[in-house]
């Protein structure tokens, strides 16, 4: 029998069906035949796309942070909110998208890599490189506001932008745990509306 | 054949085993069958200790709580250190432990959560009480660093303490994915000596 060709639909298919199935149940929760009958696809040809379970966990990875960035950059070029406020409605919408998922979804390369850390190589560069190039975006915004005046100076655009995506991360874990997206909100305005700003004279809450 | 008579020697070996090797390898990457070979004690006996997989994963996870909770008091009730300097002494210690790992065990509880979620309600409970005792306990060191003036006071204790849970918890995804403890120490040292104090004039990065 001649090997089928490899349709390209399928394979987005596959991918698709990835990403929703390995944010749902992990890396190991994830079986390859699942995916296949979710696709409808017969198992003997996944091998036609991906030569492993791993390089296909690895392309899920890529193709969840190409979705990601092409969204993030899309709304970034077009609006004309001041950086800062668009920093907002970024993670706004974001939380707005979980909580329509029962808020079990959440950040795919952040659950991956709290599951199997840095045991496959070839994950480990998929998660690494969505985070640097997320990063580098919200690193933009936050240098942007900085000059603005929106955003403290007294640490530089990097070093907010990783104690930021830190405290996004862990918020999503509790999110994930409460299935609910109440302290990752409040995780959100404490970070984006008290402890990046540019200080003001303090308030004695003991008086 | 008379059934078998529970030791408690070996209920406390099977916990303890189920930290490491669910810490390595998730909830579904860690079989029954992999701890019962490690602790040589027979399949069959497992379920004379624990109803199902679910309730030893959710009794794990009071194991750990439990553990970490003791050092934590132990270390607090004798420490004389300044309350800010306390919490300093205690994260750096984690992250320590965590490096003799090759980075790779992390939070439990964090890892748990992004993995499986709310998906099983005895897990669920006891990540929930995990979470707030520790952040109780964290929440009192915070306090009493505000009375002292060594953290910022426009905040509660408590909108701090979940600000800094979060950003501890999504700082271990990234020292996991990296195999390294550098930017979980960069995030740690950013909140601690820096978003969390009180505000200081600020010096302008641009001029």
Redesign the interface.
């Known amino acids: 029998m001649p090997r089928p060709r490899r349709s390209e639909k399928t394979r987005e298919a596959l991918l698709q069906t990835g990403i929703e199935q390995l944010s749902l149940?992990?890396?190991?929760?994830t079986g390859i035949k699942q995916i296949l009958d979710i696709v409808n696809v017969p198992k003997g040809s996944f091998y036609n796309y991906f030569s492993s379970k791993e390089a296909f966990v690895a392309e899920v990875l890529k193709e969840y942070s190409e979705q990601a960035l092409a969204r993030l950059d899309d709304y970034v070029d077009t609006s004309t909110e001041a950086p800062l406020d668009k920093i907002k409605t970024i993670y706004n919408f974001m939380l707005k998208e979980f909580s329509n998922q029962n808020?079990?979804q959440?950040c795919l390369i952040?659950?991956i890599?709290?599951?199997?850390?840095?045991?496959s190589e070839l994950c480990?560069t998929a998660?690494?490189e969505s985070?640097s190039l997320w990063k580098l975006r919200v690193n933009q915004l936050i240098a942007d506001a900085?000059?603005k005046g929106q955003v403290?100076?007294?640490?530089?655009a990097e070093?907010?932008t990783?104690?930021f995506?830190?405290?996004?991360?862990?918020?999503?874990?509790?999110m994930?745990?409460?299935?609910s997206v109440d302290?990752?909100k409040?995780?959100l305005s404490?970070?984006l509306e008290?402890?990046?700003l540019?200080?003001?004279?303090?308030?004695?809450?003991?008086q």
Chains 1, 2 share one sequence.
């Open positions: 149940n992990g890396y190991h929760g808020c079990q959440g952040g659950s890599a709290a599951e199997i850390g840095n045991q480990q998660m690494l985070v900085q000059l403290r100076n007294d640490l530089s070093q907010i990783s104690v995506w830190a405290a996004w991360e862990g918020s999503l874990l509790k994930k745990m409460e299935g302290s990752a409040e995780v404490l970070m008290h402890l990046l540019p200080p003001f004279p303090q308030k004695n809450i003991n």
